[in-house]
């Protein structure tokens, strides 16, 4: 083995060397990627009818998450001439894997999107504008789709790029249990409440907050649950659909990051948050080792499976008493791939989705979420005395306060792995200044922007 | 690399046939030239397309400004130059020298000590459940063994409740989530994979030293310190120099472990240059710029390399 390693003499250098320069003249002469902007006709004419002909509609599916596949059979049931094949990866394997899978020639039709500027800029994307009038998309509550919307560089305006497959909502779920035995007789109705609880099961010998930070920054939940009361959350969203001017050092994010800072020396986060992961919140939580987590409505059936009638669900409080609820709410966004075989089959899903009574209540069953549509819809209810009751009603109660904005970790493609995350880490740990925080995030983000 | 070469046909075979006069001659050795190349065209095929096309690939892409997809800008060394001023990534390369101390130094140190050790019970059953035992962690898959290793290492874990139950609850913390123990319980877990490795390669070199120089240095009055010294350690220079080699390439190139247990947090603490390459690309979409560091560690595990190579290819004593 020893001499395998070390022998190599000059002549096969000399071989090796040439053979690399053949290569690189073979490769080098072009630069790589290939321009494919307006390759799109937009005003192509496109059918709402679905017809008998056997169409087989690939799609790229969350794993973890079944209502993807759940739709889809249904949807086979009611339209036997349309089958499913359907692929399944983790988010952040889709994350990595959509632009080369919706750039190759097996592009799926319908395929479950990341931050989605990129991919239109791209033109990997088919602009849905013409099914959204087509199929009157207008009927929905704008807001809804806003942030489905790519224009020039920009998002929460322009042309339509998404649907959701369920609409989440975020806030804080508690153990009732937990909550009984420190006091808390009902949900607090602001921040500085929601402190003195708090502190009141810190002293209490009750894990005040279980929330990870391992991998992705679980902790960015609570800070933009902060972020989204200390200041107009019109600021917040400007940053995430990244408008121009828009910037996190504000004194919002700022006192939302000293918040964070202090419930970290308080410790009302685990001391090691930094090594837990989403999977390890969870199971603490159901174990009954933790009092809130800061967490969205996908994962209520689960809840009310592992730990039935024990945990509650509240909209992250106001600042002043009465104020508006604003909470991170986004679509399970899919998007129709600009190669897809099948366009006008997958819009029809898609419209289906929305407005099909056994497809909206799938969508609150099995995804937990509210199905969106239009408005003069009902919303199917869920059991009462569940958790996926309170969050749907959260839902509820968040659209008609206009209350919904995007998740700040969805800014830009890199944001919540190269600087929400790694900074988050440090700060709780106390390696981060609030005021270094936010400069940090702010530079990754003009960074990413500039390029 | 050089199995794939190591077949082909060398130019001594030309300059043999440019000596031999007759055409006859000359025929018969370019056919077996020929063939010979033949033979080994399906590794070289392989070999082209599978190494160093990709190889001559991240070289260009790490001179273009490019997001994988669309059109890519020409940016010269640009990618080079943020590699070498960014502290960020200055950090993430410091981290992997960190590494090599817990992936290279410790288990080639502690392999030396295992292996004479078990070096004269290397027969029989009982050695050869030894070397099962030692060769274990080889054989476990990577993710595997860091899933199994952040288990040990989190704040329940065997590792903290065993401090408790010895009354060092002071110490006890998540050992994967602190910054100040992330990068070497990291190492740590390194360590114990590549452990069995250097141990195996080491007690095997120690069966082929010939006894008769034990029995002289003992004869000389030589104790197991000196015998090991003087002996053992120059008989295993190339031995040494195999595991040193293997082990710095997996410090260097190491993503399996730090992936799974630490996803390169708390904070950059344990981002090693291979997580940052696939972070880059794959999902800060920066082709070029994870291109780039990717040609700077080549060259990084080269420059570590290479010298190990030419000490331990010294003539055996």
Request: charged content about 15%.
């Given at each position: 083995?020893?001499?395998?390693?070390?022998?190599?003499?000059?002549?096969?250098?000399?071989?090796?060397?040439?053979?690399?320069?053949?290569?690189?003249?073979?490769t080098a002469c072009s630069a790589p990627g290939e321009d494919r902007s307006s390759t799109q006709k937009p005003d192509a004419a496109v059918k709402t009818?679905?017809?008998?002909?056997?169409?087989?509609?690939?799609?790229?599916?969350?794993?973890?998450?079944?209502?993807?596949?759940?739709?889809?059979?249904?949807?086979?049931?009611?339209?036997?001439?349309?089958?499913?094949?359907?692929?399944?990866?983790?988010?952040?394997?889709?994350?990595?894997?959509?632009?080369?899978?919706?750039?190759?020639?097996?592009?799926?039709?319908?395929?479950?999107?990341?931050?989605?500027?990129?991919?239109?800029?791209?033109?990997?994307?088919?602009?849905?504008?013409?099914?959204?009038?087509?199929?009157?998309?207008?009927?929905?509550?704008?807001?809804?789709?806003?942030?489905?919307?790519?224009?020039?560089?920009?998002?929460?305006?322009?042309?339509?790029?998404?649907?959701?497959?369920?609409?989440?909502?975020?806030?804080?779920?508690?153990?009732?249990?937990?909550?009984?035995?420190?006091?808390?007789?009902?949900?607090?109705?602001?921040?500085?409440?929601?402190?003195?609880?708090?502190?009141?099961?810190?002293?209490?010998?009750?894990?005040?907050?279980?929330?990870?930070?391992?991998?992705?920054?679980?902790?960015?939940?609570?800070?933009?649950?902060?972020?989204?009361?200390?200041?107009?959350?019109?600021?917040?969203?400007?940053?995430?659909?990244?408008?121009?001017?828009?910037?996190?050092?504000?004194?919002?994010?700022?006192?939302?990051?000293?918040?964070?800072?202090?419930?970290?020396?308080?410790?009302?986060?685990?001391?090691?948050?930094?090594?837990?992961?989403?999977?390890?919140?969870?199971?603490?939580?159901?174990?009954?080792?933790?009092?809130?987590?800061?967490?969205?409505?996908?994962?209520?059936?689960?809840?009310?499976?592992?730990?039935?009638?024990?945990?509650?669900?509240?909209?992250?409080?106001?600042?002043?008493?009465?104020?508006?609820?604003?909470?991170?709410?986004?679509?399970?966004?899919?998007?129709?791939?600009?190669?897809?075989?099948?366009?006008?089959?997958?819009?029809?899903?898609?419209?289906?989705?929305?407005?099909?009574?056994?497809?909206?209540?799938?969508?609150?069953?099995?995804?937990?979420?509210?199905?969106?549509?239009?408005?003069?819809?009902?919303?199917?209810?869920?059991?009462?005395?569940?958790?996926?009751?309170?969050?749907?009603?959260?839902?509820?109660?968040?659209?008609?306060?206009?209350?919904?904005?995007?998740?700040?970790?969805?800014?830009?493609?890199?944001?919540?792995?190269?600087?929400?995350?790694?900074?988050?880490?440090?700060?709780?740990?106390?390696?981060?200044?609030?005021?270094?925080?936010?400069?940090?995030?702010?530079?990754?983000?003009?960074?990413?922007?500039?390029? | 690399?050089?199995?794939?070469?190591?077949?082909?046909?060398?130019?001594?075979?030309?300059?043999?046939?440019?000596?031999?006069?007759?055409?006859?001659?000359?025929?018969?050795?370019?056919?077996?030239?020929?063939?010979?190349?033949?033979?080994?065209?399906?590794?070289?095929?392989?070999?082209?397309?599978?190494?160093?096309?990709?190889?001559?690939?991240?070289?260009?892409?790490?001179?273009?400004?490019?997001?994988?997809?669309?059109?890519?800008?020409?940016?010269?060394?640009?990618?080079?130059?943020?590699?070498?001023?960014?502290?960020?990534?200055?950090?993430?390369?410091?981290?992997?020298?960190?590494?090599?101390?817990?992936?290279?130094?410790?288990?080639?140190?502690?392999?030396?000590?295992?292996?004479?050790?078990?070096?004269?019970?290397?027969?029989?059953?009982?050695?050869?459940?030894?070397?099962?035992?030692?060769?274990?962690?080889?054989?476990?898959?990577?993710?595997?063994?860091?899933?199994?290793?952040?288990?040990?290492?989190?704040?329940?874990?065997?590792?903290?409740?065993?401090?408790?139950?010895?009354?060092?609850?002071?110490?006890?913390?998540?050992?994967?989530?602190?910054?100040?123990?992330?990068?070497?319980?990291?190492?740590?877990?390194?360590?114990?994979?590549?452990?069995?490795?250097?141990?195996?390669?080491?007690?095997?070199?120690?069966?082929?030293?010939?006894?008769?120089?034990?029995?002289?240095?003992?004869?000389?009055?030589?104790?197991?310190?000196?015998?090991?010294?003087?002996?053992?350690?120059?008989?295993?220079?190339?031995?040494?120099?195999?595991?040193?080699?293997?082990?710095?390439?997996?410090?260097?190139?190491?993503?399996?472990?730090?992936?799974?247990?630490?996803?390169?947090?708390?904070?950059?603490?344990?981002?090693?240059?291979?997580?940052?390459?696939?972070?880059?690309?794959?999902?800060?979409?920066?082709?070029?710029?994870?291109?780039?560091?990717?040609?700077?560690?080549?060259?990084?595990?080269?420059?570590?390399?290479?010298?190990?190579?030419?000490?331990?290819?010294?003539?055996?004593?």
């Amino acid at each position: 083995m020893a001499e395998l390693l070390t022998k190599f003499p000059r002549r096969r250098t000399v071989l090796l060397a040439s053979l690399l320069a053949v290569g690189m003249t073979a490769t080098a002469c072009s630069a790589p990627g290939e321009d494919r902007s307006s390759t799109q006709k937009p005003d192509a004419a496109v059918k709402t009818e679905l017809g008998t002909d056997p169409i087989t509609l690939d799609m790229y599916a969350e794993t973890g998450f079944p209502l993807a596949k759940a739709l889809a059979d249904e949807f086979s049931k009611q339209h036997s001439n349309v089958k499913f094949n359907i692929r399944e990866d983790q988010f952040t394997v889709i994350v990595e894997n959509a632009p080369r899978v919706m750039a190759s020639d097996n592009s799926p039709d319908i395929i479950r999107l990341p931050t989605m500027v990129d991919l239109v800029k791209d033109d990997l994307l088919k602009n849905l504008d013409p099914y959204f009038t087509a199929y009157g998309w207008d009927k929905f509550p704008a807001s809804q789709l806003m942030q489905l919307r790519v224009g020039e560089n920009t998002r929460g305006t322009g042309s339509l790029y998404g649907m959701g497959l369920g609409y989440s909502v975020t806030g804080v779920f508690y153990n009732k249990k937990l909550a009984s035995q420190i006091g808390m007789t009902q949900p607090p109705a602001t921040v500085a409440e929601f402190e003195e609880l708090l502190a009141k099961a810190k002293t209490g010998g009750v894990q005040p907050i279980m929330q990870f930070n391992k991998n992705t920054a679980g902790i960015n939940f609570p800070h933009q649950a902060l972020q989204n009361q200390f200041g107009d959350p019109t600021q917040v969203a400007d940053w995430i659909f990244q408008k121009p001017g828009a910037t996190f050092d504000t004194p919002a994010a700022l006192k939302a990051t000293q918040t964070i800072q202090k419930w970290a020396q308080a410790g009302y986060f685990t001391k090691d948050a930094n090594a837990l992961d989403y999977a390890g919140m969870v199971g603490e939580f159901q174990k009954g080792n933790g009092l809130f987590m800061f967490n969205g409505d996908w994962e209520s059936a689960n809840l009310d499976k592992s730990m039935p009638g024990n945990v509650g669900f509240f909209l992250f409080p106001t600042e002043s008493p009465g104020g508006k609820h604003v909470a991170m709410s986004a679509p399970n966004t899919f998007g129709v791939s600009a190669k897809a075989k099948n366009p006008d089959a997958a819009a029809y899903f898609l419209n289906w989705v929305h407005t099909n009574a056994k497809a909206r209540e799938i969508s609150v069953t099995v995804g937990g979420s509210s199905p969106g549509g239009p408005s003069d819809l009902p919303v199917p209810s869920a059991a009462p005395n569940t958790v996926l009751a309170e969050t749907l009603k959260a839902s509820q109660q968040l659209g008609a306060e206009n209350g919904a904005v995007d998740f700040t970790a969805n800014a830009t493609g890199g944001i919540f792995a190269a600087a929400i995350t790694p900074e988050m880490q440090k700060l709780i740990a106390g390696q981060q200044t609030p005021e270094g925080y936010v400069k940090a995030v702010q530079a990754e983000y003009q960074k990413e922007l500039s390029r | 690399m050089t199995s794939a070469l190591g077949s082909a046909p060398t130019g001594r075979d030309d300059r043999r046939t440019r000596t031999t006069p007759t055409r006859a001659h000359r025929f018969r050795w370019a056919r077996a030239a020929g063939t010979g190349w033949l033979y080994v065209l399906p590794a070289l095929v392989m070999y082209a397309v599978f190494v160093l096309r990709p190889l001559v690939l991240t070289l260009q892409y790490s001179l273009y400004d490019w997001n994988g997809i669309g059109v890519a800008r020409w940016v010269g060394l640009d990618n080079y130059l943020t590699v070498f001023t960014d502290s960020d990534l200055l950090k993430i390369i410091g981290n992997a020298i960190v590494l090599i101390v817990f992936f290279s130094f410790i288990p080639v140190a502690l392999g030396l000590l295992v292996a004479s050790m078990v070096r004269r019970i290397t027969t029989g059953a009982f050695g050869t459940v030894v070397r099962t035992i030692l060769f274990l962690p080889q054989v476990i898959p990577l993710v595997a063994a860091g899933i199994a290793w952040s288990w040990l290492l989190s704040s329940n874990g065997l590792v903290n409740q065993a401090l408790r139950a010895v009354g060092l609850g002071g110490v006890a913390r998540a050992w994967l989530g602190d910054f100040d123990t992330a990068l070497p319980a990291v190492g740590v877990i390194g360590a114990w994979v590549l452990l069995g490795l250097c141990t195996i390669l080491l007690v095997t070199g120690m069966s082929k030293i010939d006894p008769a120089l034990y029995e002289a240095a003992r004869l000389d009055g030589a104790g197991p310190v000196r015998e090991f010294l003087a002996v053992t350690l120059p008989s295993l220079r190339q031995e040494i120099g195999v595991c040193l080699t293997v082990t710095i390439i997996a410090a260097l190139a190491s993503f399996d472990i730090v992936y799974i247990s630490t996803s390169g947090g708390p904070g950059l603490q344990t981002t090693v240059p291979g997580l940052e390459i696939y972070r880059l690309a794959f999902s800060q979409r920066q082709v070029g710029l994870a291109s780039a560091l990717a040609v700077v560690l080549m060259l990084l595990v080269l420059a570590c390399v290479l010298p190990i190579q030419r000490l331990s290819r010294g003539e055996k004593p």
